[in-house]
């Protein structure tokens, strides 16, 4: 009897700190996501976001999906670090998108299995980054031109265990 209550006791503990270590990691991930949002709409001209997402480059940022007052689609790169935040804002209509980044990739990688697409800026540079695992087990990371999908810069990383 009192090892079963002790069981369950354990077992009920262990969902709870499950719980609560999932939540604790959600909010990491999303951390000043909510600044970021207030800061954008009061001192710019956006009038709605979309999605934030993170970028942990060189320099981490906030990847912001929105729409200006004129309803033109933008995106915009807001630096997690500093007191001085320098915003890069770029039309998303002058961009390729992620569906077509997704399709020149496909056609040069075809027995390569994607691990995401995400938007990235390097020296100041807007780019696609897609992360793959490539036909010979390696974790790819691979940036191309936000504009136009041309090669810019890839890492290659193979498994020493």
């Known amino acids: 009897m009192w090892s079963s209550i ?16 999932y ?18 709409l009061n001192q ?13 480059g060189s320099s981490p940022y906030h990847v912001v999906f929105a729409l200006n007052e004129a309803n033109e689609e933008k995106l915009i790169f ?19 998108t992620a569906e077509e980044v997704l399709s020149l990739w496909q056609a040069q990688c075809n027995e390569c299995e994607l691990v995401k697409i995400n938007p990235a800026l ?16 390696r974790y790819v990371m691979e940036y191309l031109s936000i504009y136009d999908g041309a090669p810019v810069e890839s890492y290659r990383f193979k498994k020493m265990f």
């Open 78 to 96: 807001y630096p997690v670090e500093g007191k001085e935040k320098e915003l890069t804002t770029i039309n998303r209509s002058e961009i390729i």
């Open 122 to 137: 390097e020296n100041n540079e807007p780019l696609w980054e897609i992360t793959y695992h490539d036909n010979q087990n």
């Open 6 to 21: 002790l069981l369950l006791v354990i077992i009920l503990a262990c969902i709870i700190y499950a719980v609560y270590l």
């Open 44 to 56: 710019t001209s956006i009038a709605e976001i979309e999605k934030i997402e993170q970028y942990n």
């Open 23 to 40: 939540n604790d990691l959600y909010n990491s991930k999303t951390a000043g996501f909510d600044e970021t949002k207030e800061q954008i």
